[in-house]
């Protein structure tokens, strides 16, 4: 026996970890200049929640984010509930219904499915000898999982307060829903790149991610979304170039390279964001992880198509 192993035990990493399971909800209509950001997380292990709910419409944002019960009965539920925001399970992988109340605003939002749902599980099934997402988040594969889908939008969001009290705007637009569980401690993440895009004839959701224990460990995971199905991108990198608003990069190049080998480069338009938006994941403690929502245009510059895009941006900040 080694003598160190007779005395009081230094806790490991692992021990940080606790299970959590995400959902966020991402709605973008430029043309009536009105973008939402609904996020929950319920950790059922410590009987709590936290959900956020965020609205920017003509440059002024209403934000709310607070611990809320956990949702009970939680496991297989169609409806959950936390707090002022309800989700509807409506029809599995095609439709959802986002609600949200509080003394500001009032919003419905449906989800409808674009494209296929994809599981991130198959990036570590095309690239075992890369570095991949639940390694990264858990510490081994196959403790955390990860889905995305490509969506439409549509609803109503009705303020209750403040210059546009009693008015209502009938939405349309894009969308995008992230589903994970799992382990994990979003705390351990040092910085990451999460965007998505949503072209008329295609949809992509690439990201980048480091933690703080195994930083030259870089994750680069994605997919690319089309009517017939998903493909998995083989190889990737993300390049930030210049310096855009509020520590933003100017433009962000996402170079892509799918299971086939067909190559895409998608230019992110970052510096003129048509709105920019912090999310609030979960309760900061001594430190807090940052994420900055850019919802911008974005162009292909293989096919010439021009879309949307939502490049998130994070890093771990002393709060």
């Given at each position: 026996m080694l003598l160190h192993e007779d005395y009081p035990h230094t806790v490991p990493t692992r021990a940080w970890l606790r299970w959590k399971e995400n959902y966020f909800w991402?709605?973008?209509d430029?043309?009536?200049?009105?973008?939402?950001?609904?996020?929950?997380t319920a950790e059922p292990t410590y009987d709590r929640a936290f959900a956020s709910f965020t609205v920017l419409h003509k440059g002024k944002t209403l934000i709310s984010g607070k611990d809320v019960p956990m949702p009970s009965p939680f496991e297989h539920q169609k409806v959950l509930n936390y707090g002022g925001l309800r989700l509807?399970?409506?029809?599995?992988?095609?439709?959802?219904?986002v609600e949200y109340e509080d003394e500001n605003v009032s919003a419905v939002l449906n989800f409808t499915r674009r494209m296929h749902?994809?599981?991130?599980?198959?990036?570590?099934?095309?690239?075992p000898d890369w570095f991949s997402i639940s390694e990264n988040t858990a510490f081994e594969r196959n403790s955390f999982r990860h889905q995305g889908q490509c969506m439409n939008a549509t609803g109503t969001?009705?303020?209750?307060?403040?210059?546009?009290a009693g008015t209502s705007i009938d939405v349309d637009g894009s969308g995008y829903r992230d589903h994970s569980w799992g382990m994990r401690n979003d705390q351990l993440t040092l910085d990451h790149n999460w965007s998505f895009f949503n072209f008329p004839s295609m949809g992509f959701h690439l990201m980048r991610v480091r933690n703080v224990i195994r930083p030259a460990n870089m994750t680069a995971e994605g997919y690319i979304a089309r009517p017939e199905g998903n493909e998995v991108?083989?190889?990737?990198?993300i390049e930030n170039v210049g310096e855009g608003p509020e520590?933003?990069?100017?433009k962000v190049i996402f170079r892509a390279t799918t299971l086939s080998g067909e190559p895409f480069t998608l230019i992110a338009d970052v510096g003129n964001a048509f709105a920019r938006l912090p999310l609030h994941s979960q309760k900061p403690g001594a430190k807090v992880y940052l994420n900055v929502e850019n919802m911008c245009r974005?162009?292909?510059e293989e096919t010439g198509e021009e879309g949307l895009a939502n490049v998130e941006i994070g890093a771990l900040k002393d709060a």
């Open positions: 991402v709605f973008m430029p043309e009536r200049d009105i973008c939402c950001l609904a996020h929950c509807s399970f409506l029809k599995a992988q095609a439709e959802f219904r749902l994809f599981d991130f599980q198959a990036c570590a099934d095309v690239n969001i009705a303020f209750k307060a403040g210059e546009w991108i083989k190889a990737l990198d520590g933003m990069p100017d974005v162009r292909c």
